[in-house]
Structures are given as C-alpha cells and as structure tokens.
C-alpha cells in the first residue's frame, strides 16, 4: 500500500474512533447498527415506517410488512475495509399471528468484531395501533484482554395512525441493561429513545422527522424525504444533527425484490457506501 494511502487510512480510523469515544461513555459499547438502505437514504428517520430492516428502528414496523422475505445489508464506513458493517435478516408473516423475524449483524475487524443476534415480534393490535419487541445478545471481543464480552438487551416500540397520511412511532432499546464486570473490564449497552413520524404529503412524496436521544450523547434531529419519480423508482435524502451529516440514496422496487443504494457524508470523516437488498419469497 503506497504511504501516503496508508497514512490516510490510519487517520480515518484513528478519527472514527475519536469520535465513538467522545460520544459514548468510555466503558459502554460502540452503538453501530445496520440501518438499511432505504432508511439510510432518508437519514435514518424510519421509527414510524415499515420494512424488513425495521428491526433496526422500531420493530412495531414489522406488523405491517406482511412479507415472508430474506435481507442482506452491506455498509463500508469511510472507505475502511475493516469498519465495514453487515447484516441478515428473515420475516416470517402469519395470517393471524404477527410477524416473525431473525437478524444477525457484525461490525468490525474479527480481532474487535461487534456482533448482534436478535429476534422480534410485532403484531397489528387495532386497525391504527401495532407494536413490537425484539430481545437480542451482544457480543465484543476485547483484544486487549483476549476476552469475548456478551450481554443481553431489548426494544420495544409502537406504531400509530394518527391520520389517512400520517404515522406516528416510539421506540425504547435497552432500557434496564444489566452490566458485564470482571477484574479489569466494565460493559453496558447504552439505553436509546426514539420519537418521530412521517407524512405522506402527497401519493408520490413522504417525508420523514424524529429525534433520538442516545444515552451520554446529545439529543439528534432527524429529517428525510422519499420522491417516487416513476413507478417503482425512488430517490432519497436526509440529514441529521448531532453529528451534523448529509445524506442521499435511490432504490428500486419490483414485484419480488428491493434494491436501495445510500450514502452518507461526515464533515471530517468523508463518504459512507451502503446498500441493501430484500427477496420477497
């Protein structure tokens, strides 16, 4: 690898891990998730929207994604092979029963890989309310002490129609979170609160708006938009606050399959790829 590419690789790293530090308590996991590459194009503000990767925003969404259908999720963050963020994910819909779903994730190198194996639940309890819950293990390895730290959480959300156009959503993860302790080391998966909604302003257009409040971290605006150019055609953009970041995708939608391409873009820390795709079997 020539120097000069070397040494920008190893400052990209060495900022992102700033950052993750700075936002966080320096004991508590890392907060890197899967997103989806819909809701991604639209600044992650999806706590009141509906699709397979709800399971990541709100897993009342679930309810109303009556797919049985398999999902991968790809992001490279800033370029960096080794912070690169991947998931799976399964629905399984019942005519009366709700939605079922299985998801793994993994960030990171296999040296300090973050991982993640959930399963949800979301059922329609009226015509305008739905909920969910999902329970999930976490797993660290900590290279530094050679140690694999695992630890337990849960969501809970809900999804309200407040109008013909309008929908509501909450979401509450690891909340109640017990800590990970041994001689040299303290774990805990931070608590995360999330209100918002969307407005289907016209057959064609939605925007999205939600805040979210991550715990140590300050509170996060959210605002994303969704423009149905032509049937099955889509573009997307958002931004968001606290860190400030642009961001902007497009996706296709056929009888039996999703593809959606997104990007973010950090001030100091540059570009972010993803993409995902849903099989609707």
């Not at 907060?31 to 819909?38: A, H, L, S």
């Not at 080794?82 to 399984?92: D, E, G, H, P, R």
């Not at 407040?162 to 998966?189: H, Q, V, W």
Request: charged share 15%; hydrophobic share 40%.
């Amino acid at each position: 690898m020539p120097q000069t590419k070397k040494h920008h690789t190893v400052y990209k790293i060495t900022l992102t891990l700033l950052c993750i530090i700075i936002s966080l308590n320096s004991f508590s996991r890392s907060i890197v998730v899967p997103t989806g590459g819909k809701p991604t194009g639209m600044g992650n503000a999806f706590v009141s929207q509906s699709d397979a990767f709800s399971v990541y925003h709100n897993p009342a969404g679930l309810a109303r994604f009556n797919q049985l259908s398999v999902s991968l999720f790809y992001e490279n963050k800033y370029f960096v092979e080794n912070m690169s963020v991947k998931s799976i994910v399964a629905t399984i819909p019942t005519p009366s029963a709700g939605t079922f779903s299985l998801q793994f994730n993994s960030f990171g190198a296999p040296q300090w890989a973050e991982s993640n194996i959930g399963a949800s639940y979301a059922l329609s309890l009226t015509e305008q309310l739905s909920a969910g819950v999902q329970l999930h293990y976490y797993g660290r390895r900590i290279p530094e002490a050679n140690i694999l730290v695992m630890n337990a959480g849960f969501d809970v959300g809900a999804i309200f129609q407040a109008s013909e156009k309008t929908f509501l959503g909450a979401n509450i993860s690891n909340l109640f979170t017990p800590e990970i302790r041994n001689t040299s080391y303290t774990e805990y998966i931070p608590w995360r609160i999330r209100l918002g909604g969307h407005t289907n302003f016209a057959p064609d257009f939605t925007l999205s708006y939600e805040i979210e409040k991550i715990e140590t971290v300050s509170t996060a605006v959210k605002l994303g938009g969704e423009w149905e150019a032509s049937e099955g055609i889509f573009f997307r953009a958002g931004f968001n606050t606290a860190p400030s970041r642009v961001f902007a995708g497009f996706g296709y939608l056929g009888n039996h399959i999703q593809f959606d391409i997104a990007f973010s873009y950090h001030y100091y820390l540059g570009y972010v790829p993803s993409s995902s795709i849903i099989i609707s079997i």
